[in-house]
């Protein structure tokens, strides 16, 4: 069955540290994947969308990779700050719907 | 981008009962999901509402459960019925906005707790 893992553990750096969160999938074929944010009591807000034909984009200080053969998404902040501090889904299309399949997320907390 | 809310933006209810959440989005989108997020957990579709005509249900969500009307393109209502505590949970709607590349825009969430 299709499966999105996201490392469940916080990640906890550092300000000004450059975080980075993975996403792993199996049994997908995505034609894109994408990165939410999602604050405490708060739906979650878009950050950035890559293609299967890119391998990387860049937003500010977000970097996504996106590599289809690992079936994996690195999501990078660079120069971090406590305003990050956030949960990171990840989430895909599939199955020939609309819709997003999301992965468990990932809290990161940055201290300052 | 779209502008979406939601109404009640938490609610309290009684086992038994059913509630009825609606969404508004400031613009006509053509795409409108319903998501459950179960406390600690991450979002799971229920359902894609679909206008005009009755919803497409992810498994393990029917109908007579979760009837969701979709009566345009701005606005659609997704009722939890004869609730137990396992329906404690935050529901989102989101919406997939015109000329976006399946990018989604969510609503703030209902919190519905059932005692």
């Known amino acids: 069955s299709q499966k999105i893992e996201q490392n469940s553990e916080a990640l906890n750096i550092q300000e000004g540290k450059t975080a980075t969160l993975t996403c792993n999938y199996t049994?997908?074929?995505?034609?894109?994947l994408q990165w939410y944010r999602q604050d405490p009591g708060r739906g979650p807000v878009f950050l950035l969308l890559?293609?299967?034909?890119?391998k990387e984009k860049r937003k500010e200080r977000l970097k996504v990779t996106f590599d289809t053969t690992l079936k994996q998404s690195l999501f990078h902040i660079t120069a971090s700050q406590p305003a990050d501090s956030a949960t990171y889904l990840c989430?895909?299309?599939?199955?020939?719907?609309?819709?997003?399949?999301f992965g468990s997320g990932t809290r990161l907390q940055v201290q300052p | 981008s779209a502008v979406i809310s939601q109404k009640p933006s938490r609610d309290i209810c009684q086992r038994g009962t059913s509630l009825t959440i609606q969404c508004q989005v400031d613009?006509?989108?053509?795409?409108m999901f319903w998501y459950r997020q179960q406390p600690g957990q991450s979002l799971t579709l229920i359902a894609t509402?679909?206008?005009?005509?009755?919803?497409?249900?992810e498994s393990g969500f029917v109908i007579d459960k979760f009837p969701i009307s979709r009566p345009n393109l701005t606005f659609s209502t997704l009722t939890v019925s004869n609730m137990s505590p396992e329906d404690s949970s935050i529901y989102l709607c989101?919406?997939?906005?015109?000329?976006?590349?399946?990018?989604?825009?969510f609503g703030p969430g209902t919190r519905l707790t059932v005692l």
């Open positions: 049994n997908y074929s995505p034609a894109y």
């Open positions: 890559i293609r299967e034909n890119e």
């Open positions: 509402a679909n206008q005009g005509s009755e919803a497409t249900y």
């Open positions: 613009s006509q989108v053509t795409m």
């Open positions: 989430a895909l299309e599939g199955g020939g719907r609309r819709a997003l399949t």
């Open positions: 989101s919406v997939e906005a015109a000329g976006s590349y399946n990018e989604q825009f």
